[in-house]
């Protein structure tokens, strides 16, 4: 794999401060939510497809699809899990793997057979509200699917992803659009070893690619980071700005 299993780090965090301002809605079956486009510059044709974290649509994830909609891009959450998140700093024990395969009532399992339809009625959804370029973003567990869209036509144009879980070696080398990456200095799950790797495989691609290390955080700094601690927040912040001008550059 190019990045590891999700594990009990991918829960661990701290729930940010601020009102959301964007609207939750359905899809179908599936929760969603949407923010809409405000400021001096508003990118009509495109659209942000945001794939979350194990703890799917919840208060730091609609800040933040808040904030790329500030910056002009309509963005839409939807829940991969089926109604069943992982709740914020689950205790010692937890199992992962067993919600991953099983899901917490050993029926609903999120394995890709089961999160790849949600993601494609997301990016049809998208199409039909009349968006000609997706962009993705995702955090942990959802930057799995922004690299396996990324392939054989499937919707999404470009990607940003923070954190990696779950990507497979494959999965990376297929992406047929530019890449970035936002990585924490300590990351049991996007190690060293991997994220080395990752760059040798995007850099036998032809698309391009780029890959930040942000140092004094850890795996989840992107979503879940203490911002009272003055280095936190400025890694979460830049790597916030990291997605938004990769996008400015290759989706607009």
Known sequence: MASLAPQQCCAVGVKHEGEPTGKSFKIGDIEA???E???KT???DTAILYLPDVISIWQNSKLMADQFAANG???LIVDLFNGDPVSLNQPEGFDFMSWLTKGTDGN???TFEHVDPIVEKAIAYLKEQGFKKIGSVGYCFGAKYVCRFMTGGKGIDVGYVAHPSFVDEEELAA???PLSIAAAEVDQIFPTEKRHKSEEILLKGKNPYQINLYSGV???FSV???TSKKQEKFAKEQAFLQAVTWFDEYLV
Do not use: F, Q
Request: proline letters at 8%; hydrophobic letters at 20%; glycine letters at 12%.
């Open 73 to 75: 891009y309509y963005t």
């Open 224 to 226: 879940r980071c203490d």
């Open 218 to 220: 850890v795996h989840g």
């Open 33 to 35: 939510y949407v923010a």
């Open 175 to 177: 992406i047929t659009g």
């Open 37 to 39: 486009p405000t400021g």
């Open 108 to 110: 609903n399992p999120h």
């Open 42 to 44: 508003i990118h009509k």
